[in-house]
């Protein structure tokens, strides 16, 4: 069993910039899916970013076309730990964020029903 624990949402300015966090622990898999979905107040979870994790290292990077150039999947495998740099923010970008992992690297990295794992979520707030 995989626990996730998300942290760094808050208020911001548009335009301006936040990181989140993934914490994962409880993990024995070496290959992996992590990923970042995002739910608006109103509207169904949709995919933000994923990476697969082989043998502990990232090797592909996803984005969605409306965070693309915009927010940075990182991952620091060392820690089991991911990132999700936002950068240029738009209140459009308000929504509850979660994490979520699979363990199996190959599985469709968008469709949230392939995730196994999911963190409770932080909330992201970007005032106009």
């Known amino acids: 069993q995989v626990q996730l624990v998300e942290s760094g949402g808050g208020l911001v300015q548009a335009g301006g910039s936040l990181r989140l966090s993934c914490a994962a622990s409880?993990?024995?898999?070496?290959?992996?899916?992590m990923g970042w979905f995002r739910q608006a107040p109103g509207k169904e979870r949709e995919f933000v970013a994923a990476?697969?994790?082989?043998?502990?290292?990232?090797?592909?990077?996803y984005y969605a076309d409306s965070v693309k150039g915009r927010f940075t999947m990182s991952s620091d495998n060392a820690k089991d730990t991911v990132y999700l740099q936002m950068n240029s923010l738009k209140p459009e970008d308000t929504a509850v964020y979660y994490c979520?992992?699979?363990?199996?690297?190959?599985?469709?990295?968008?469709?949230?029903?392939?995730?196994?794992?999911w963190g409770q979520g932080t909330q992201v707030t970007v005032s106009s």
């Open positions: 979520a992992s699979r363990n199996y690297a190959w599985s469709t990295y968008d469709a949230q029903s392939q995730y196994d794992f």
């Open positions: 990476m697969r994790i082989i043998n502990r290292s990232s090797i592909s990077t």
């Open positions: 409880g993990r024995t898999f070496s290959n992996y899916i």
